[in-house]
């Protein structure tokens, strides 16, 4: 089945960086976009940026523009997003998702934390 | 980008049916048939419950419904269940991006 594990959150201090990985199995990982999608404790979900499947096409929300970086390496069946300049209002959830391009989400990882706090 | 707007709460008694809306503009639930229905349970990761509108994933329960009309976007839970109690948000695409409603808490009276 469809598994999604998303790495790599914590507490990080305002300015820094974070990088996190999302392993995934139980599909042909190479053949489909992937996004990432933030939730802010106790708020609504946010899109935050997709990749397609080979990597040509990517996209952020104007919120991550510039300081956020998403990648992703078929061969190791992962997913990445570098997170730079990070700011209070980044802190959240962060939840990997498979998407039929940015139509619908049909699977979600269990999402990874990631705190922005001096 | 705006969020889509939807009610924060909605709520209803064992075998009723509700309604949740999901209000955008022609740029987005206006403009193109992608938008989809998410239920999600605290502490829990979002599930996929309508897409492209009107679709059922497979093992979904009929219950679950989607409509639009204009842009207005709509979610329709028949034969309200307690396990029915959870939040649900909307999403549309838009223009190589996409755009999430803020969410609405369903209660089981």
């Known amino acids: 089945q469809v598994q999604l594990v998303e790495s790599g959150g914590g507490l990080v201090k305002p300015g820094g960086s974070l990088r996190l990985s999302c392993a995934a199995s139980?599909?042909?990982?190479?053949?489909?976009?992937m996004s990432w999608i933030r939730q802010a404790p106790g708020k609504g979900l946010e899109w935050v940026s997709y990749?397609?499947?080979?990597?040509?096409?990517?996209n952020h929300a104007d919120s991550v523009k510039g300081r956020f970086t998403i990648s992703r390496d078929n061969a190791k069946n992962s997913l990445y997003l570098q997170m730079n300049s990070l700011n209070p209002h980044d802190t959240a959830v962060y939840y990997c998702?498979?998407?039929?391009?940015?139509?619908?989400?049909?699977?979600w990882g269990q999402g990874t934390l990631v705190t922005v706090s001096s | 980008q705006s969020a889509l707007t939807q009610p924060a709460s909605v709520s209803g008694s064992p075998g009723q049916s509700i309604t949740i809306s999901c209000t955008g503009a022609?740029?987005?639930?206006?403009?193109?048939?992608?938008v989809s229905w998410y239920q999600q349970y605290p502490g829990k990761a979002p599930k996929l419950i309508i897409y492209?509108?009107?679709n059922r994933p497979s093992g979904v329960s009929n219950r679950f419904s989607g409509s639009k009309s204009g842009n207005t976007a709509s979610l329709t839970i028949s034969g309200l269940q307690a396990e029915d109690e959870a939040s649900y948000y909307c999403?549309?695409?838009?223009?190589?991006?996409?755009?999430f409603g803020g969410g609405t808490k369903l209660t089981i009276l």
């Open positions: 022609a740029s987005d639930v206006g403009g193109y048939n992608y």
């Open positions: 998702a498979r998407g039929d391009y940015l139509y619908s989400f049909d699977s």
């Open positions: 139980g599909f042909t990982f190479s053949d489909s976009y």
């Open positions: 999403c549309s695409y838009t223009t190589d991006r996409v755009v």
């Open positions: 990749i397609s499947s080979k990597s040509s096409r990517t």
């Open positions: 492209d509108v009107t």
